[in-house]
């Protein structure tokens, strides 16, 4: 009776509206990618072009490898169910594997002339 429950409740949400199903970037192949709201042959073959150079450490690599992809694009193609290294794109700052601080992070702010006269 258990299994039935679960396969129930299963069922249920796997056809609740606005759910996507995950699609882990770095393991799709051109079909599953292409299965994503707003991705066409052209994007998935670029995508896959850049990953078989090298996978995708995280969010911020993706962006930054990806010409096109900014942070809103990023969300909305993690909305609809994209996933880089099994996680949801998320606007906090984030380093790239090269250690550079993502395009989402504000820069240091310099020190005001005088502050610099008082150092």
């Known amino acids: 009776m258990r299994c039935l429950t679960l396969a129930v409740v299963l ?4 056809s609740l509206p606005g759910v996507a199903a995950a699609t882990e970037l770095n393991t799709a192949n051109q079909a599953e990618l292409e299965m994503i709201k707003g991705v ?3 994007l998935s073959e670029q995508w896959l072009a850049a990953r078989q150079q090298r996978p995708f450490a995280n969010w911020a690599q993706f962006i930054e490898r990806t010409p096109g992809v900014g942070p809103a694009r990023a969300k909305r193609l993690s909305d609809a ?3 880089v290294n099994g996680l949801a794109y998320s606007a906090t700052p984030a380093t790239s594997t090269s250690g550079a601080i993502s395009a989402n992070a504000a820069a240091p702010s310099a ?3 005088a502050e610099a006269a008082r150092r």
């Open 40 to 42: 066409g042959p052209q």
């Open 111 to 113: 020190p005001s002339p």
């Open 81 to 83: 169910g994209l996933r």
């Open 11 to 14: 069922l249920c949400a796997l």
